[in-house]
């Protein structure tokens, strides 16, 4: 039986990187409500590009990396690898956080593992 249910629109994201799947990742998977539908499909795409374009003076910053690694779900192991608590990071340290919480996030299977160490361009041995 098909769905009558509509598609919602979303903004065109970038080509690269992205595909269907994520795309429907990135809107989230929770059902919504006809109110969210609604913000979805009419006041979204105006916020979205308002966020971004508050972004065009961004840098590192403490509560950016901390956000970042939040998103990552870090977990004890990166405290004891990096030597520091996210929220204790110099901003030297920032570039290898994000690699160290990447790492920890693909590091359950072998191969996807190697596929990691490979993005980041890390010659690693006994990997």
């Not at 799947?21 to 998977?29: D, F, H, I, L």
């Not at 919504?32 to 979205?48: E, F, K, M, Y």
């Not at 994000?98 to 006994?126: E, G, T």
Request: hydrophobic share 40%.
């Amino acid at each position: 039986m098909a769905s009558r249910r509509k598609p919602v629109p979303s903004l065109r994201l970038p080509s690269a990187g992205w595909s269907r799947k994520s795309a429907t990742m990135w809107r989230g998977a929770r059902p919504a409500n006809r109110t969210t539908r609604r913000w979805r499909r009419d006041s979204r795409p105006a916020a979205v590009l308002a966020a971004v374009s508050a972004t065009k003076a961004l840098r590192w910053s403490r509560p950016l990396i901390e956000a970042v690694l939040e998103e990552l779900y870090v977990d004890d192991h990166f405290e004891k690898l990096v030597g520091r608590a996210p929220g204790d990071l110099r901003p030297g340290q920032y570039a290898q956080a994000i690699a160290v919480a990447l790492i920890l996030r693909h590091s359950w299977h072998p191969d996807d593992l190697d596929y990691m160490l490979k993005r980041l361009k890390l010659r690693v041995r006994n990997a």
